[in-house]
């Protein structure tokens, strides 16, 4: 009898145990409906827990299987995604409401019809008063003068590291700008030659200065004349060099002096 009797009690709890597991894996059901309580057909539900899905009617009623603490999920196209805990709803309907999305309505250009109207057309490409007021103002900024000085681009002294040259001379700076003002007070003053000083010093150029250079260009001595005297009117040599002449710097300027004199005048090599 002992042993019937636990036997009997292992069976009475196998069926308690079968009976909880039956009813633990109950299905819910609901409705789903919009703001106005029109039903919304072919909702995806989806429990999240067990990733099982359903679709709701033609009427907004779905069916899915579900435990106890769920999670459901209600996902359609043009609503805001909902989500659901089950909470002791499987004697009851679950009432499910979806909210639209607002929908981005996209901006529709109206392209301007020609009337064949030169002064009424012209209004309609023009800017508005807005506009042609900030145009104006801003072009009107921009060619005036500056109110306010610009600001240095450079590091502020507290950003900067230790400047180890502080209070010392500058011996190399010192001695170049004193080897300056001597170079200037030893050369001869410039000033402007007068008709004489002129055609003497292009005298002295083709004596002293090499002008075999611009002969291979089929250069004779009339045309070498007339060269020198374009260079010496558009360089003013003779005011540069007549005191302090140098025939190699000279040579140079008579040479960049060429390319710009070939372009105007035919040369044959």
Sequence with gaps: MKAISIFDRILTVISLLMVICIFSQQNISGRIVDEEQNPVANVLVFNISKSLKAYSNHSGYFTIEAT????????????????????????????????????LIPEVEIKYKSSGNLARDSKHFDDSKKVADLKFYVNDYMKSELNEPLPRNTIPKSFQGHDFQAGQIDLIKTLGAAVGLVKKAVSPKITTPNYIETQDFLAKVKEEVNLDIFEKYGMNEEQIDHFLAYAEKVNHLSKKYRKNFNAATILSELQSAFVEYSKLNKLSN
């Design 68 to 103: 106890d603490r769920d999670e459901i999920r209600f996902i359609k196209e043009g609503f805001y995604r909902t989500d659901k805990i089950v909470e002791n709803l499987f004697n009851t309907q679950m009432e499910v409401m979806l909210l639209r999305a607002e929908t």
